[in-house]
């Protein structure tokens, strides 16, 4: 048989299952894909986006799912990894209708993928989802569930900066320090407010004028035009949109010391990637680590509500979690991304052994 385009991609990425949803109805075009349920149920959002072709959506899906794995094992969770896409534009084609269908679609899968807000979605389509599955996390706390991951996610960011900060200045205090937030949407957004805190000097960076002017108009800060952010000179640059941005091109322009943003999957080639930016000499935070604040928050759903202060402290465990992973790194030779994932896979490794017996 000829290599095949997608049987292939899934044994070398190691995906449990994949399932593609169609609904002419409420034209729902969606692919769950289910990593890992190793350490648990597979848990990750749902990005609804308008992507070129299906390959890029196909791809996506796969690389998110993936990422998902390391950042649950990484972070001690019980959960596996999967994630959700829908192709379409969340400005335009989101309805009741498609969010049930959808719902409907994670529910035939029976528990093995718990979904939740990614990109382009928000806690209201989840609310919708809920009326046809329980297998939702992240669901509005006045219905009970831990609200928008974005609030935690942004805290866990900033946690993580700083642990970065002291690695790469000696201190993680980041008064005076200069940091380009790429996309300031709800992660962005809400991280620029810890940064405006604590006195950092910020510089934003959107696609949207309306995204820029909600945060320009609460805090000071400098707009530098999306095609500018790799050439700007700052102490910490901040992916807080979309993946590949650390790739052939950028890295060579960056003018910056240390990376620490929440974009899921910043380094377009894992390997290579990572080891450009250490040889640049810039201390990448691996976006998995320092962005997990979301799940840690669903996490802390439980069975008698959700436990706030536990997501908080269990969030604010990233900070040594970085200094782990930035020792580890340097004791072994590795790149920050190699540190992180050795400690992930360990724990998948030695959850298999746990397992195996009754
Ligand atoms: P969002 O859609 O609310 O915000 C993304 C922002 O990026 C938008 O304002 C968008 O206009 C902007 N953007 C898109 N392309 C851009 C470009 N080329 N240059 C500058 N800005 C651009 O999404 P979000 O929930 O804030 O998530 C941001 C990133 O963090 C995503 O990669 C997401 O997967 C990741 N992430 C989010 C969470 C969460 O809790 N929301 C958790 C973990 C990881």
Not at 133 to 141: A, L, Q, R
Not at 239 to 246: N, V
Not at 268 to 285: F, G, P
């Amino acid at each position: 048989m000829e290599r095949s385009f997608l049987f292939d991609q899934l044994s070398e990425s190691e995906h449990e299952q994949v399932l593609f949803g169609s609904d002419p109805d409420t034209g729902l075009k969606c692919i769950i894909a289910i990593h890992s349920t190793v350490l648990g149920p597979s848990l990750g959002g749902t990005r609804f986006w308008n992507y070129n072709t299906e390959e890029e959506a196909i791809n996506d899906v796969l690389r998110l799912s993936r990422g998902m794995t390391y950042k649950a094992a990484v972070s001690g969770l019980n959960m596996g990894g999967g994630k959700g896409v829908i192709i379409g534009n969340p400005y335009t084609d989101k309805s009741e209708m498609l969010w049930r269908r959808y719902g409907k679609f994670i529910e035939s899968l029976n528990g093995r993928y718990i979904t939740a807000e990614d990109v382009g979605v928000s806690t209201r389509d989840m609310e919708w989802v809920s009326m046809e599955t329980d297998y939702v996390g992240g669901m509005p706390k006045y219905l009970g569930g831990s609200g928008d991951p974005s609030v935690m996610t942004a805290y866990g960011n900033f946690v993580g900066m700083k642990a970065g900060a002291k690695k790469v200045w000696g201190s993680d205090n980041l008064e005076g320090k200069k940091v380009l937030v790429q996309g300031v949407g709800h992660v962005g957004s809400l991280l620029c407010r810890h940064l405006a805190a604590s006195g950092a000097e910020i510089l934003i960076s959107d696609i949207r004028e309306e995204h820029l002017q909600s945060v320009s108009s609460t805090m000071k800060c400098t707009v530098v035009d999306p095609d500018k952010v790799y050439e700007t000179t700052a102490d910490i640059y901040a992916p807080c949109a979309l993946g590949g941005t650390l790739n052939d091109e950028t890295i060579p322009l960056l003018q910056c010391k240390l990376i620490a943003g929440a974009a899921n999957n910043q380094l377009l080639n894992e390997d290579v990637h990572a080891k450009l930016l250490r040889q640049s000499e810039i201390c990448y935070l691996p976006d998995f680590v320092i962005n997990a604040g979301g799940i840690i928050n669903i996490g802390a759903e439980t069975d008698m509500g959700y436990q706030e202060g536990m997501a908080r402290s269990r969030t604010e465990e990233i900070y040594g979690r970085v200094e782990t992973i930035l020792k580890l790194a340097e004791k072994h030779d590795l790149t920050t991304h190699e540190a992180a994932m050795k400690i992930a896979q360990d724990r998948i490794t030695a959850m298999k052994k746990l397992k195996s017996s009754f």
